[in-house]
């Protein structure tokens, strides 16, 4: 079952430049407690973006985590709900938090309490990205701050209600809540260290899950041949960040696949090997959720 975002907004705003901005694909029976989650593999291009950015279509797309939405789809059957965006990384990243802003893209004052000064934010790649992942400009001269206001309250904010409205309808009824934030990463991303790396396991360095939990995925994962590094150069983002609270019984991980398993990265063509990988990822999630009942419950539940 498919169930599309359920907020209405007025005529010009932006979540009606996408046909919806976001689905969540429910399984017939939760009956695992994961929720998985593709912020990063919009791929719907309003005309009027592709005509307000100095980039063509492909070159908006080396942003996105291509394909990852149908890499995943299987765990709908497993059991789990799958939140899948449909705007592009490109126009808003919800793997940002909520005012992660550069002053330098914008027209107008920004909000007071937008945060203008992080990392992301000098690299580009706030909650509006001033650049593609490569590191080209998205858009010729500045864009009204309003623009990007809008695309907050109107995609970003009702995006993480979603979101958060399943880890908590999880962590009620299944004792836990195990979020999965699925990536994909370009082969020329990695450094040299970890240059052969197909996998890349991002717990933001052992705070956001159990270690039963990223262990368990690291096992399954080499046991079907594929190499993995932890928390290199990927140790999960705002939202492995922000809904990472073992404590209370949710995890985060953050899993991120060598897009050249899988396509072509210049065309973003699909290559033969794609259907593999959705069948090994479908064992390894099959596997981990068989052994989720050894990842500890909440310190009051268990009491």
Not at 108 to 132: H, I, K, Q
Not at 140 to 163: F, S
Not at 244 to 269: C, K
Request: with cysteine; hydrophobic share 40%.
């Amino acid at each position: 079952m498919t169930i599309s975002a359920t907020e209405t907004p007025g005529p010009s705003e932006p979540a009606n430049l996408f046909d919806p901005p976001f689905v969540v694909d429910e399984p017939d029976d939760h009956s695992i407690p994961f929720v998985f989650n593709t912020g990063h593999s919009g791929a719907i291009y309003p005309s009027s973006f592709l005509a307000a950015s100095r980039l063509d279509g492909l070159s908006l797309r080396r942003s996105e985590d291509a394909h990852v939405d149908r890499l995943f789809a299987p765990v709908v059957r497993l059991g789990a709900p799958l939140l899948r965006a449909n705007f592009p990384r490109a126009y808003l990243d919800v793997n940002r938090e909520p005012y992660e802003l550069d002053p330098r893209m914008f027209d107008g004052r920004l909000p007071p309490f937008a945060n203008t000064r992080s990392m992301r934010v000098a690299g580009g790649l706030g909650t509006v990205p001033r650049v593609v992942a490569d590191g080209q400009e998205i858009y010729p001269g500045r864009i009204p701050a309003g623009e990007a206001v809008a695309r907050i309250e109107t995609l970003y904010k009702p995006y993480h209600r979603t979101l958060r409205g399943l880890i908590q309808r999880t962590a009620k009824s299944h004792g836990r809540c195990i979020l999965i934030d699925c990536h994909s990463m370009p082969s020329t991303s990695l450094g040299r260290d970890d240059a052969k790396a197909d996998v890349v396991l991002g717990d933001r360095y052992g705070t956001a899950c159990s270690p039963t939990l990223i262990d368990a995925f690291e096992s399954q994962f080499q046991a079907h041949g594929f190499r993995v590094v932890r928390n290199k150069p990927y140790a999960g983002g705002f939202i492995t960040e922000h809904y990472g609270e073992p404590n209370l019984g949710r995890h985060a991980l953050q899993i991120e696949l060598n897009r050249a398993l899988y396509m072509n990265e210049s065309s973003m063509a699909l290559t033969r090997n794609f259907s593999g990988l959705v069948t090994a990822l479908e064992a390894i999630v099959t596997a981990v959720a068989i052994g989720s009942a050894e990842i500890p419950l909440p310190r009051m539940a268990a009491e």
